[in-house]
């Protein structure tokens, strides 16, 4: 296990590809065999994490490795047109503030809605789909939101990459992290807030 300067949680990496766009999370253990595959190009903020590897005969000298909070790497990161974040139900549910979006309820245990209802065509993508408590997502059925006579306190939209990252690590991320992140959100986020 690596020694942190954090005892409660160690800290995830946030992955950068090479033109310092923010990527992935990545655990210690992954994050130690980017730079044991020499694919870090350069590093952001202090070593969050120390790892102490085995003794090199090479160097005479046991091996150590500081890995960084953020680190850029080499490599090809995504397929063309995989640029949207992919839906998850706690992304959405963090992106919506944890809050149904038709009655204002905060809880633990949110559904994902449908605008348009599957249905009906209506598709699994960001601008469609919002967090909604179970009772509003029962009364407002297999129904458009017009049919339903139901409103949205907020207009759902697609989180920017950096958004997305903020928000599947809430809670768990680094302040030079979310600076980084912060800077990359969307102009008029919602997120800039929070
Ligand atoms: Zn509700």
């Not at 990545?26 to 952001?44: G, M, Q």
């Not at 680190?71 to 992304?91: D, Q, T």
């Not at 809670?171 to 919602?190: E, P, T």
């Amino acid at each position: 296990m690596p020694s942190s300067n954090r005892t409660s949680r160690v800290p995830r990496i946030l992955r950068l590809n090479h033109a310092g766009m923010p990527v992935s999370w990545a655990t210690w253990y992954e994050a130690s065999r980017l730079y044991a595959r020499d694919l870090v190009i350069w590093t952001l903020g202090d070593p969050v994490i120390k790892l102490r590897g085995g003794y090199s005969r090479k160097l005479s000298q046991v091996s150590e490795l500081d890995i960084h909070g953020i680190v850029a790497c080499r490599g090809k990161i995504f397929e063309r047109g995989s640029l949207v974040p992919p839906v998850s139900n706690p992304a959405l549910f963090a992106r919506d503030g944890q809050m149904c979006m038709y009655c204002g309820v905060e809880s633990r245990d949110l559904t994902r809605d449908h605008l348009v209802p599957r249905s009906r065509g209506g598709a699994d993508s960001w601008e469609n789909v919002v967090a909604a408590c179970y009772k509003c997502n029962h009364r407002k059925g297999n129904r458009l939101l017009e049919e339903s006579g139901m409103e949205l306190l907020a207009l759902p939209y697609v989180p920017n990459f950096a958004e997305y990252l903020a928000l599947i690590n809430s809670g768990r991320i680094l302040a030079d992290q979310m600076d980084f992140l912060r800077a990359r959100f969307a102009r008029n986020s919602r997120l800039k807030a929070a």
